[in-house]
Each structure stands twice: as C-alpha cells, then as structure tokens.
C-alpha cells in the first residue's frame, strides 16, 4: 500500500547547542502532493523546520516520518536514499562557481550514475524552461541574482523530486522573476505531484496563490486555508515567455520515466 502521507512530525522539538528550543511539540501531517507556504518571523524557527525534514537537523526529541518512515536513528546511508527523493532551494543560490551552469544543474544526476546522454537531454530540457538556454557554458558569478535563482531551481526540479523545500527563493527577486518561479513550482507541483513547502515573508504571495499556510510563531506551528488545486494565475501568464508549462513537464517525466527503466 503507497504511503499516503509524505512529512509527519509527532511531538517534535528544537534547539542548537546552548539555545533554549526553537520549536516546541510540533505535531503535523503533510500529505504526498500537497502545495503549502510557510510563514513565520525571522528568527521564529522557518529555516530550522526546513532543515529537520531535509534530515540536516536532528530533533531535540519526538518523532519525524518521511515517506513513512522513522528517521531518527536512521544510517547516513539511509538519510542519503532518503535525500534522493528530496530537493532543497535556498534564497543564497548555493551553487558552485567553479562549475559551469550545465555541470551544476548535471550534478545531481551524475551522483545519481545517469548516462551522460540523458544528462545532456534533460539540462537542456531544463534550461530552455527556465529561459537560460544560452548561458548553459556560463559560470554563476556572470549571471545575475535572478539568472542564480532559476538555475538553483532547474538542478532541483531535474532530479524530479517527491518533496521540494524552498527556503524564501523569491526574496531577493523582483516580482516578474518571483512570478515565474511561482509558476514553476505549481507546475511541477501539478505535473509531478511534486510535495512542495516553500517558505516566504511576502504578504503579496500568500494573498494571490491561495495556497495553505504552515505558521511559526511562539515555538509552534499552526495551519491555515485549505488544501485547493494550483492554479496560474492571469497575472502569471502575462509576464510568462518561456514554453507551455504543460507540454514542458509532459515531455520531462517522459525523460524520467526513460531513466527509471534504464
């Protein structure tokens, strides 16, 4: 029987060597295909939340499930196969400036042992759909802060991940960029059932992708709205330039699915 529910925390608690706890008895079941912002104050426990379910942080105590499995006393090696269905983006971008932009986006899939003619099919798949075709020979540092982004994105979405945890990745972009990584986020989301938990302060966001929120606030979280189905919005499409997001993903989990059964 599949596992329906992807993220289950039970009585979870928080806390970094010689602070008090950063998050106190957080309990929450996040269903497989789920779509949720997370909100909270700086300093309230966003980030911290993010790195338990990425397996970078261990809890204080209680119990976390992934994919229904207990992870707190799992190997390394049983963290790593549990990563591998996992992406995380983060707001700094973290990619490599001694890689090019095609060898940053391959890397997952190189870890992963896939042919390098796959890899070369499907970062091209991806850069075209991120808009940045032509700067696949490029290095990070002469592209700008939103040009970062997108690509930080593309080396998530290539891997094709159950759960996708975005640590504010619209924060330092203008609102045309912001839009267009929404866009790609609820597509995958549609497309691949991609779980996605995306952290952000906008107020702007929140109110017009009516998307549940996970709140940090006081030690706690607490949830509100309900689950609906994605949608783009008009205001989307307007500033999109990029391929049809529906034929784009049709045509990338065909690639998966020739790599699965490879």
Do not use: C
């Not at 911290?48 to 942080?57: A, E, N, P």
């Not at 591998?84 to 490599?96: C, G």
């Not at 006081?218 to 008009?234: A, L, M, Q, Y």
């Amino acid at each position: 029987m599949e596992e329906k529910t992807a993220i289950s925390f039970a009585n979870v608690a928080a806390k970094y060597d010689g602070t008090p706890e950063i998050l106190t008895d957080v309990s929450f079941n996040i269903s497989n295909g789920g779509f949720y912002f997370l909100s909270g104050a700086s300093g309230a426990g966003k980030t911290t939340l993010l790195r338990l379910i990425y397996q970078l942080h261990k809890p204080e105590r209680g119990q976390i499930k992934l994919f229904g499995k207990i992870t707190n006393d799992i190997s390394r090696d049983e963290i790593t196969k549990l990563r591998q269905k996992m992406a995380i983006v983060f707001q700094e971008y973290s990619l490599l400036s001694h890689l090019t932009v095609f060898d940053n986006i391959a890397l997952p899939l190189r870890v992963r042992g896939v042919s390098e003619q796959k890899i070369t099919k499907l970062v091209a798949k991806v850069l075209d759909w991120v808009g940045l075709g032509k700067y696949a020979q490029s290095y990070p540092k002469s592209l700008s802060g939103g040009q970062q982004q997108r690509i930080s994105v593309a080396r998530a979405i290539i891997v094709q991940p159950s759960i996708l945890l975005a640590d504010e990745p619209t924060g330092n972009l203008d609102d045309e960029n912001a839009t267009r990584l929404m866009e790609l986020f609820i597509q995958m989301n549609k497309m691949f059932g991609t779980t996605i938990i995306l952290a952000t302060h906008s107020k702007k966001l929140m109110e017009t992708y009516k998307f549940p929120i996970i709140s940090v606030k006081n030690h706690r979280v607490t949830f509100s709205g309900k689950e609906t189905n994605p949608s783009v919005t008009p205001e989307t499409k307007k500033v999109w330039r990029g391929p049809k997001p529906q034929t784009y993903f049709t045509e990338l989990s065909k690639q998966f699915d020739d790599i699965g059964n490879a």
